[in-house]
C-alpha cells in the first residue's frame, strides 16, 4: 500500500505497509494481538518468536491471520534449538516475512529465500551489516544501545550506527533503539534510514501481552530508569528492579559469567514481562520508556506518531532553505 506521505520509500514497498514503522518482535509481549493491530494500524506487525515453543507460535499466527488482512511477519532468534522448527511452521503456515537475530545470518537466509520470502536481519555493528548483505538480505535493522532487551556489546548508538552504516549498504535500512516519536522518526530518515522499528512503545499498548504491572511500571519510569547489566553474559537493558540491583551488585564485586548465569536462571524474563513480577523478574526495556505516559492502543500510538512527524516536517519547512 503506497501513501503519499512516504512516496518511493523503500521499506513500505518492500513490505506493501502504509508507514514505515516496524513494531519490534519481542519475547512475552508480542504476541497475535499486538502484531495484528500493528499491522491494521498500518504498520508492519512482528510475532515475537523468541519466548514460544512452535505449538504456541503456530497457535498465535493462525490467531494473527483471523485477525488481520494486512502484512505481518515473524521474528526469529537464531540461536535456539528451535529454531529450524520455527522456521518450517512459519513457512507451512504461509508466513513470508521473517526477522532474525542472534546468530548468523548466512544460517538461514539462502533457505528462506529459496521459499520465496523476504528476509530482515537484526545488526549491532556495521561489520555484521555488511555480512548480513552479504548473506542475502533483503534488509536490515541497524539497533543502537538505546533499546530494550538484548544489545550488541560495543554500546553503539543508533544515530552514530546509522551514520556508520548508511553510505556503506545497497539495502533498506530500518533504524532501532531509543525511537519513541514521530519526530524520531523524521530525524532518522533525515539520516537515512527508510524506516524505524519500535519496541518499548508496542510493549507498553493495550494490544500487547505484557502484564499489567509491567505496563504501568514503564508508564512511571524516569530518565535514569534503565541500565545495561549482564554485559559478560549477554547484555540486556533493564528497567531497574530489585533483581537489577543484584545484577549490579555481582557485576561491581566482578561476577564471573557462571555467576551472572546462575542469577539469571531460567524463566525470568517471562516472571517479569509477562506474569508481572516487578521485583524479581527481568523487566527488558529501552532508554526511551520514560516517554510513556500512557497505556495507547496500538492505532493511537501511530496515529499520535504520524501526526507528530507531520508537525515536525512542517517546522523544518519553515525554517527556510539554505
Known amino acids: ?42 504498520c508492519l506487525g512482528i510475532i515475537g518468536a523468541g ?41 507451512e503456515l504461509g508466513i513470508k516475512i521473517f526477522f532474525t537475530s542472534a546468530g548468523s545470518p548466512k544460517t538461514y537466509t539462502p ?6 520470502c523476504t528476509v530482515v536481519h537484526i545488526v549491532s555493528t556495521p561489520e555484521f551489516a555488511e555480512k548480513s548483505v552479504a548473506a542475502g538480505v533483503d534488509a536490515i535493522v541497524i539497533e543502537g544501545f538505546e533499546a530494550g532487551g538484548h544489545n550488541g556489546r560495543d554500546e553503539l548508538t543508533t544515530l ?22 514521530g519526530e524520531a522518526l523524521l530525524a532518522v530518515l533525515a539520516l537515512g534510514a527508510d ?33 545495561l547489566r549482564m554485559k559478560k553474559l549477554v547484555p540486556v537493558r533493564l528497567l531497574d528492579n530489585s533483581f537489577s540491583k543484584i545484577i549490579a551488585q555481582a557485576e561491581d564485586q566482578c561476577a564471573s559469567k557462571e555467576q551472572l548465569q546462575e542469577l ?9 514481562m509477562h506474569e508481572g513480577d516487578l521485583s524479581e523478574g ?28 507531520k508537525d515536525a516536517h512542517k517546522r523544518i519547512l519553515s525554517f527556510g532553505t539554505p
Request: aromatic share 6%; hydrophobic share 45%; charged share 20%.
Open 1 to 42: 500500500m503506497q501513501n503519499n506521505l512516504w512516496k518511493n520509500n523503500k521499506v513500505t514497498e518492500l513490505f506493501g505497509i502504509e508507514h514505515p514503522i516496524i513494531q519490534a518482535g519481542m519475547i512475552w509481549v508480542s504476541g497475535a494481538k499486538l502484531a495484528a493491530a500493528a499491522s491494521n494500524a498500518g
Open 51 to 91: 519466548s514460544m515453543q512452535p505449538d504456541l507460535l503456530k497457535q498465535h499466527i493462525l490467531k494473527a491471520f483471523s485477525l488481520t488482512k494486512k502484512p505481518f511477519g515473524v521474528n526469529v532468534p537464531l540461536l535456539y534449538s528451535k529454531t529450524k522448527e520455527q522456521i518450517d511452521l512459519a513457512l
Open 111 to 116: 533457505y528462506l529465500k529459496d521459499k520465496g
Open 160 to 181: 552514530v550506527l546509522l551514520q556508520q552504516i548508511k553510505k556503506k549498504l545497497k539495502v533498506p535500512v530500518i533504524a532501532a533503539g531509543g525511537i519513541g516519536s
Open 195 to 227: 524506516a524505524v522499528q519500535v519496541g518499548t512503545l508496542f510493549a507498553a499498548t493495550q494490544e500487547s501481552s505484557a502484564h499489567k504491572n509491567f505496563k504501568d511500571a514503564m508508564a512511571q519510569a524516569q530518565f535514569n530508569s534503565t541500565f
Open 264 to 272: 539469571l536462571g531460567k524463566g525470568r524474563a517471562k516472571q517479569g
Open 282 to 309: 527481568e523487566l527488558e526495556v529501552g532508554q526511551i520508556v520514560s516517554e510513556i505516559k500512557e497505556i495507547l492502543t496500538c492505532q493511537k500510538l501511530v496515529d499520535q506518531m504520524i501526526q507528530e512527524y
